[in-house]
C-alpha cells in the first residue's frame, strides 16, 4: 500500500502534505511576518475557509526552520473558573513544549498572583528558560474568548508580552499566532489588543484593474452581522476598511451584495481618511418638543389646572381630575398668560402634556346613577 496520504479530504483541517491543499497568499504573508520580523499575527476570517489547515501547514514549515511550535485549540479548553483555566491553558503549552517544571505546583505556589501576572511569568520564567531558540505558538479559536467574562485581561496579558521585547530581547524568539473567527475591531477597537501586526487571510481575485476580494456566502454573513452589532463610527469605520479592501468598485459592491447604506460608507470613508470621528447627535434630530421654546408652559398649564383638578374621591388612581378640556386650557393660556396662537401648540399636543403632568380632563363622578330596569311582563313571568 501506498504511504501517500488521500487526495481527497472530507472535512476537517488538512494535513501539511496533504496534495489537494491550496497554496493561498496568506500563506507565504504568514511566515514572513513570523520569520522575518517576528510579530504576532491574527488570521481573522468566517469558518470553513481553512484557517486550521493554514495553521497546520505554517506550523510544519515553522518547524523545518527550528521553531518550537505548540498549537493550542482554546474551545477545548472548558474550565469554572478564572484560574482553572489559564492552568488548563498552560498545561496544554507545557506537554506540547515539553516543559520539565510542574506546572501545577509552580502555579499554585503564586497565590498572591493574579492570574495574568502568572501568565506572563510563566513564558519569561519557565518557556524561555527551558526552551531554546525561537518559539511559535498558535492560538486557534480565539472567537471562543470572545464570551468569557475575563477576555480582556487575556488580550492585556498576550500585549504585555509583546511589549516586553523593548526592555527584555529575550521576548523576541516568542511569537503569538492568533485564529478565530471574529475581526479586527473586535480585538482592535474595542482596546483587547494595542494596535497589534496583524493580518487577515482573505480570498482574492486579480482582476485587470488590479485585486479584489472575493465575496463568499460566509464571508457576506459575517460582515453583514457584524455591522449590525456595531454603531456610530465604530460601524461606519468598519465598513468603510471593509470596503476598502474590496478593492475597486467596493462601494458599489457592498451597497448591492451586502445592503450597505452608500452615504454611510462615504462617510466613515472619510473618517478613517482623516481620523477625525463624527459624533453622534440623535437627540437632535426631529422636532424638539413644546417646552424646549417655550420653557414656562408646563407650569403655566400646571397653575391653570391645579385650582380646577380635584383627585378620585374613590383613590383608584393617583390621577387628578380637572373639569377643564385642552382646548379651554390653550384658551386661557392665550387670554391669563399672554401666549400667542401661533406660538401654541395644538390642542392634541396639550392634551398630551396634561397627561405627561397626571391631569386627566373629566370630570368626577361622585355617584353613579343607579341602572334603571324595565318593568316585569306577563310575558317575562313564563
Known amino acids: ?26 500563506d507565504q504573508e504568514l511566515l514572513d511576518n513570523v520569520v522575518r520580523d517576528g510579530a504576532f499575527c491574527y488570521v481573522l476570517t468566517a469558518r470553513q475557509m481553512g484557517k486550521s489547515s493554514l495553521m497546520v501547514r505554517a506550523a510544519s514549515q515553522l518547524r523545518d526552520q527550528d521553531f518550537t511550535i505548540a498549537l493550542v485549540d482554546l474551545a477545548r479548553i472548558d ?40 501568565f506572563f511569568d510563566f513564558f519569561h520564567d519557565l518557556v524561555l528558560s527551558e526552551v531554546p531558540g525561537n518559539i511559535a505558538l498558535f492560538v486557534d479559536e480565539i ?21 516586553a521585547r523593548a526592555s527584555d530581547p529575550v521576548f523576541e524568539r516568542l511569537t503569538f499566532v492568533v485564529l478565530g473567527v471574529a475581526t479586527p475591531l473586535d480585538l482592535r477597537d474595542s482596546k483587547k489588543l ?79 481618511e482623516s481620523g477625525l ?17 417655550l420653557p414656562n408652559l408646563l407650569s403655566d398649564i400646571a397653575s391653570i389646572v391645579d385650582a380646577q383638578s380635584q383627585a378620585d374621591p374613590q383613590f383608584r388612581t393617583n390621577r387628578l381630575y380637572t373639569r377643564l378640556d385642552a382646548a379651554e386650557v390653550r384658551r386661557q393660556l392665550i387670554g391669563q398668560n399672554g401666549y400667542t396662537d401661533a406660538e401654541l401648540p395644538t390642542v392634541q399636543t396639550i392634551t398630551t402634556k396634561l397627561n405627561a403632568l397626571g391631569y386627566y380632563p373629566q370630570k368626577v363622578a361622585k355617584s353613579a346613577p343607579k341602572k334603571r330596569f324595565l318593568k316585569p311582563t306577563r310575558s317575562s313571568t313564563r
Open 1 to 26: 500500500m501506498s504511504d501517500q496520504p488521500p487526495f481527497f479530504i472530507a472535512g476537517g483541517p488538512l494535513a501539511a502534505n496533504t496534495p489537494s491543499y491550496v497554496v493561498r497568499p496568506a
Open 194 to 272: 494595542n494596535h497589534p501586526t496583524w493580518c487577515i487571510m482573505r480570498s482574492r481575485l486579480t482582476c485587470a484593474g488590479g485585486s479584489t476580494m472575493e465575496l463568499t456566502d460566509s464571508l457576506k454573513a459575517l460582515f453583514i452581522e457584524t455591522a449590525t452589532t456595531l454603531t456610530g463610527s465604530a460601524r461606519r469605520l468598519f465598513m468603510a476598511r471593509t470596503v476598502k479592501e474590496l478593492g475597486p468598485g467596493g462601494q458599489r459592491r457592498a451597497e448591492r451584495e451586502l445592503g450597505w447604506n452608500r452615504e454611510t460608507i462615504r462617510k466613515g470613508s472619510r473618517e478613517l
Open 79 to 118: 474550565a469554572l473558573s478564572t484560574d482553572g483555566w489559564y492552568l488548563a491553558l498552560l498545561m496544554k503549552l507545557k506537554q506540547q513544549l515539553n516543559l520539565t517544571t510542574d506546572v501545577q505546583a509552580w502555579w499554585r505556589g503564586q497565590p498572591n498572583l493574579s492570574a495574568p501576572q502568572r
Open 143 to 163: 472567537d471562543s474568548m470572545l464570551r468569557l467574562n475575563f477576555r480582556d485581561d487575556f488580550f492585556a496579558a498576550i500585549r504585555a508580552v509583546y511589549n
Open 277 to 293: 470621528i463624527c459624533l453622534d447627535n440623535f437627540a437632535a434630530r426631529g422636532r424638539k418638543p413644546s417646552e424646549a421654546h
